[in-house]
């Protein structure tokens, strides 16, 4: 039981208040509490990562029956280099993961979207109307986190958005400094610190990952493949290279040589980590899936894979974890693992699923957005559910084994359990992440955005489908579904009051 006022900021909670709800408690990081309460006077965030919470596992609350249009807000355009070769590209609306983060401030709600016209911007989520925004160097990728500084002096420094973007226009790999990872106050908008992004053996410095913040301490994987271990709070940084930076704690490789060699240098870490007991798990496109354990601090956990992997590592209500593997550098087809990090490496798989190959858009198959599971919602039926490169949505029971099949792993010679398949839609290609809510899920692909209902005995409905080309992953909250597109726009849909 902790309560903290921090000039209108509630974040720990009282759970004898009867005005208060707390959906779970983990003693040893409290902080990765989602409140719901009727208090308007308070300021919290509601969805503040990648996929809601530290698990990874959370998406909101309350989802509609229907797609209708509520309102849609034009997020712009802007241009991004590839390389030198190619030159820059125009991109529109918001992509891969750029899930939006979510506020309720005395009593209303908004949205923090970063957009790829190159700014992070602070939007009404009953209106859609702008109130602030904050330009980066190029377009923004990822999803930001929002971290509750509790020791914070001014208004300003209180909510603070932990955002990355791609490396700059007009710079390359090996520009001299690439501060493409920013600090910005949720209240005002303005910068609080910038982190330069080291040239490693990796091909990127952009950032993509959401941090992972226990306490006053971050952890994130960046696109230079160091995991880094760093103190959020402005009052900690210092002046280095011309630019406000935060402290660092500590730098780990998530490579080797070898797979620097056998990966080209494609060894980008995109993913968000995700916090199981006493370990953050965090995968890793040098071809691994890493355990940092927070006792010792230092990786004592490594499920070798091989592939490249861009999804997050998703927490399931067993103390286990997804993976999904994209089909690239190994000879099996990709798809998706549920390893138990209990277990030593070699005997930690549960199983495999692999999905089918197929050539889109530059990716040769298998998973590339991060499973989706209905955990925190269900206590019976424990779905997971991913879409593959193969144009195909595939929702399993992650703790049930299909005791008739067997199937290949990644490397084509390993060979595992598989779950039961429970349903199977044609959706199109995706890269985004498919959304449990209650009954309900939702699924955003090239093709359009699609809204299932589904009942106690898994038979799958189809509500409704919006036409559009959608990289980003949603939210829903209050009967609303809150999603970009690549078409330029975030568009609200759902209930209209």
Not at 6 to 14: A, D, E, R
Not at 199 to 213: E, K, Q
Not at 448 to 469: M, T
């Amino acid at each position: 039981m902790m309560i903290s006022l921090l000039t209108g900021i509630f974040f720990y909670v009282n759970a004898q208040n009867d005005s208060i709800q707390v959906d779970s408690l983990d003693l040893m990081h409290n902080d990765s509490i989602n409140v719901k309460t009727n208090d308007d006077s308070l300021v919290y965030p509601i969805i503040k990562t990648f996929l809601g919470n530290w698990e990874r596992n959370y998406y909101g609350e309350n989802p509609p029956a229907n797609l209708d249009l509520v309102w849609k807000h034009y997020l712009g355009k802007g241009e991004t280099v590839i390389s030198r070769n190619i030159g820059t590209k125009e991109w529109a609306g918001a992509g891969w993961t750029g899930q939006p983060l979510l506020v309720r401030e005395k009593g209303k709600l908004f949205i923090i979207q970063g957009a790829y016209d190159h700014h992070l911007k602070k939007i009404n989520a009953e209106t859609g109307e702008l109130v602030w925004q904050y330009k980066f160097d190029d377009v923004i990728k990822g999803t930001g986190t929002i971290w509750v500084n509790e020791t914070a002096k001014k208004k300003e420094n209180e909510l603070v958005i932990l955002q990355g973007s791609r490396l700059g226009t007009g710079h390359f790999l090996d520009a001299k400094h690439i501060p493409s990872y920013r600090a910005i106050s949720y209240h005002s908008g303005k910068e609080l610190w910038r982190m330069d992004q080291k040239w490693t053996h990796s091909y990127s410095r952009d950032v993509d990952g959401s941090a992972l913040i226990l306490n006053d301490t971050a952890y994130i994987g960046l696109e230079n493949s160091l995991f880094t271990v760093f103190n959020p709070n402005y009052r900690s940084a210092t002046m280095k290279d011309g630019m406000f930076q935060p402290e660092i704690y500590q730098e780990i490789k998530l490579y080797t040589m070898d797979d620097v060699y056998r990966h080209k240098h494609n060894v980008v870490t995109e993913s968000s980590s995700a916090l199981l007991k006493n370990r953050i798990y965090v995968a890793s496109g040098s071809g691994h899936v890493f355990g940092y354990n927070l006792k010792t601090r230092e990786i004592d956990w490594d499920f070798y894979i091989g592939s490249d992997m861009d999804g997050s590592t998703v927490v399931t209500s067993d103390s286990c974890i997804l993976v999904s593997v994209e089909k690239q550098y190994i000879k099996g087809e990709g798809g998706t693992f549920k390893l138990n990090p209990a277990e030593n490496p070699q005997n930690a798989v549960d199983w495999y699923f692999p999905t089918n190959n197929n050539d889109f858009a530059g990716w040769e198959g298998g998973v590339i957005g991060s499973a989706g599971i209905n955990d925190h919602y269900e206590c019976n039926n424990h779905l997971a559910a991913f879409v593959g490169i193969d144009e195909y949505l595939y929702v399993v029971n992650h703790q049930q084994i299909d005791s008739s099949r067997k199937v290949l792993g990644p490397d084509s010679l390993t060979i595992y359990n598989t779950p039961k398949l429970i349903f199977k839609y044609h959706t199109g290609p995706s890269i985004s992440t498919p959304i449990f809510v209650d009954n309900k899920l939702i699924v955003a692909t090239y093709w359009g955005i699609y809204l299932f209902e589904y009942d106690d005995q898994n038979n799958f409905v189809l509500l409704d489908r919006k036409p559009g080309s959608f990289e980003s992953t949603p939210i829903v909250y209050d009967g609303k579904i809150f999603i970009a597109s690549r078409d330029g726009y975030l568009y609200c849909l759902g209930i209209k009051k």
